[in-house]
């Protein structure tokens, strides 16, 4: 059974960090790709980062050189570190993983406050 369980959400204020984690079971990490997604209310599920099984990075226009996503085979984790948080980055943040099939977390709930 795949499971992605997401950790490290929180209430922070503007300007403030925070760091999510992904722990993944049931897939073999290293042969997919992972991303975290985001949903704020009433609006469409968006991509925030990706990185690819060979490590390549992807970043949404929005949080490029705030956030950073990393990846550890080792430890099948994905975490996806976040600075300089603004009050639209209030979401819920998804961990999301794909290989031949997708598959997805609970989600975590970031809140930021002005």
């Known amino acids: 059974q795949v499971q992605l369980v997401e950790s490290g959400g929180g209430l922070v204020q503007a300007g403030g960090s925070l760091r999510l984690s992904c722990a993944a079971s049931?897939?073999?990490?290293?042969?997919?790709?992972m991303a975290w997604y985001r949903q704020a209310p009433g609006n469409e599920r968006e991509l925030v980062a990706h990185?690819?099984?060979?490590?390549?990075?992807k970043y949404a226009n929005f949080v490029t050189g705030r956030f950073t996503i990393s990846r550890d085979n080792a430890q099948n984790t994905v975490n996806l570190e976040m600075n300089n948080l603004k009050p639209e980055d209030t979401a819920v943040y998804y961990c999301?993983?794909?290989?031949?099939?997708?598959?997805w977390g609970q989600g975590t709930q970031v809140t930021v406050s002005s």
């Open positions: 990185i690819n099984a060979a490590g390549i990075k």
């Open positions: 049931g897939i073999i990490f290293a042969a997919n790709d």
């Open positions: 999301y993983a794909q290989r031949f099939t997708t598959h």
